[in-house]
């Protein structure tokens, strides 16, 4: 399974780290591959939570990723942040979302 996250540089140094199709699943880290691996870690637990409580597995659509994005953009202009922002994907093994 594949989904986009979003990374955003902090205003002191480091990456926050979103993905969209899973609401509050939120990470970060020093470096874009610490973000990602946080991230990524992040997802699977959400996506195990998911599981055990037999809630359906996320569904990434263009538009929850762009109204994400929309967002981050948004708050970073109201922070006066630059409007800098990049998109990932994140693969997770199938067998811990089956």
Known sequence: ???TVILAPEAKGGYSAICPAIPGCV???DSVK???ANI???ILLCLEVRKDEDLPLPV???EVVAEEIRIC???RAEESLPLTIETREVEVE???VA
Do not use: F, N
């Open 60 to 62: 990434e659509t263009p």
């Open 1 to 3: 399974m594949k989904l």
């Open 40 to 42: 990524r870690e992040a």
């Open 27 to 29: 990470s970060q880290g």
């Open 94 to 96: 199938a067998e811990v």
């Open 34 to 36: 610490e973000a990602l």
């Open 73 to 75: 953009l948004r708050d």
